[in-house]
């Protein structure tokens, strides 16, 4: 029903994404590029391979989305699986109140293994310096960012519930990015301050693993149901941000490819496109219905082409990195913090490498994908 409304608009949407798209070739050529997506590549130093190793690995490891995909199925008790059963939680919420105080303890206990003068600037940011604009106000806007000048501290604004645990996560993450801020602000000169969005989303989602780490170490480990909310979190996560996103990344290369070889980009085009990639990643479980195919034409993103592999870049980097941390690993703290001050000094990918990550090899990707596999089948033993 969502995406029959999109049916009246189709064809002006269409239109639409085939004019960017031809925009980035024309671009790419006039620049003298090899194609579009080398084009866009070219800003952050990444060459074709990684792109198209993430796109490899993933599709080699299809196989525990899928199993989610019938684990949803079986405990839904559906006789059919739809892209709408996948937004039904598998787990009700924790029913629990945490208070902002109590949230950024929870956050700044999480950060621990980051090292003391890492969780002590974190703490006084989030309780005594007033970083965070925390409470629903009249007029305020929805949803949470992190923002700084070189010589401000960073401020994050969002809408801070109680009886929302995803919201200490929120918090979590938005102090990931607050603290990556603060960080390079104070090591690096004003023209190398500034870090890419390719490794924003490793110093964010960091915290939020180093948070769910600590909760099923603690708290977690005693409220199965908790516990159950906690890992499908992750496992949905992990989903939306690994699987979903390179599958978007592989649209985004196959409709420039097309647009590149002189391919008319129809609505018939995108659809049928969009189509063959949801039959591959979503496999035989789920029942594709034909207004899903227009998934493709609302997605913001396609418009800053070969944007969205750097989140599936960012966390798979960062689960990596918690890893490492978490095993105690000699120089693995010393190694995340003097990335996490860096800045934009150097090209991404060196700066990865520079923090223990070489993401120019498959083994992130792959490890990964192998812990949403580990949390899909704990999750399975729980819901039992």
């Known amino acids: 029903q969502y995406y029959t409304e999109f049916e009246q608009h189709a ?18 050529r006039a620049r003298k590029y090899p194609n579009a997506r080398a084009h866009s590549l070219f800003h952050d130093r990444v060459p074709d391979r990684v792109y198209d190793n993430l796109v490899a690995t993933v599709r080699k490891n299809l196989g525990p989305l899928q199993r989610y995909h019938r684990l949803r199925k079986k405990y839904l008790q559906l006789d059919r699986l739809l892209a709408a059963d996948l937004q039904v939680p598998l787990v009700q919420k924790a029913q629990r109140k945490t208070s902002y105080a109590e949230a950024a303890r929870m956050v700044t206990e999480a950060c ?3 090292g003391g003068e890492y969780q002590k600037i974190l703490e006084k940011g989030l309780i005594q310096d007033r970083w965070v604009d925390r409470y629903e106000n009249k007029g305020k806007r929805s949803g949470a960012f992190s923002s700084g000048s070189y010589q401000s501290p960073p401020y994050i604004l969002m809408n801070y519930r109680e009886d929302v645990l995803g919201d200490v996560y929120t918090l979590a993450h938005e102090a990931g990015h607050s603290m990556h801020t603060w960080l390079s602000h104070r090591n690096q000169a004003f023209q190398d301050a500034h870090y890419p969005i390719f490794l924003a989303e490793v110093a964010s989602t960091l915290n939020e693993e180093l948070l769910t780490h600590h909760l099923l170490q603690g708290e977690a480990s005693r409220d199965p149901l908790l516990r159950a909310y906690i890992l499908n979190r992750q496992i949905d996560d992990i989903r939306g941000t690994l699987y979903r996103q390179v599958m978007f990344s592989e649209f985004e290369s196959v409709v420039h490819q097309a647009e590149e070889k002189g391919v008319a980009l129809t609505l018939d085009f995108f659809r049928i496109a969009y189509r063959k990639l949801l039959e591959v990643y979503l496999g035989e479980e789920m029942e594709i219905q034909a207004p899903l195919e227009l998934e493709c034409l609302r997605i913001p993103h396609f418009y800053s082409a070969f944007y969205v592999y750097k989140y599936a870049i960012g ?3 960062s689960l990596a990195l918690s890893r490492k941390i978490l095993a105690g690993e000699n120089g693995a703290v010393g190694k995340v913090m003097a990335f996490l001050s860096s800045g934009g000094s150097r090209p ?3 700066t990865l490498k520079m923090a223990g990550v070489d993401m120019e090899s498959s083994e992130p990707v792959e490890a990964a994908l192998e812990l949403f596999d580990d949390r899909v089948q704990e999750l399975e033993k729980i819901l039992r």
């Open 11 to 28: 064809f002006t949407l269409s239109a639409t994404l085939a004019s960017s798209v031809k925009a980035d070739v024309f671009r790419a």
């Open 112 to 114: 621990l293994p980051l």
């Open 315 to 317: 966390l798979s980097a």
């Open 348 to 350: 991404p990918l060196e």
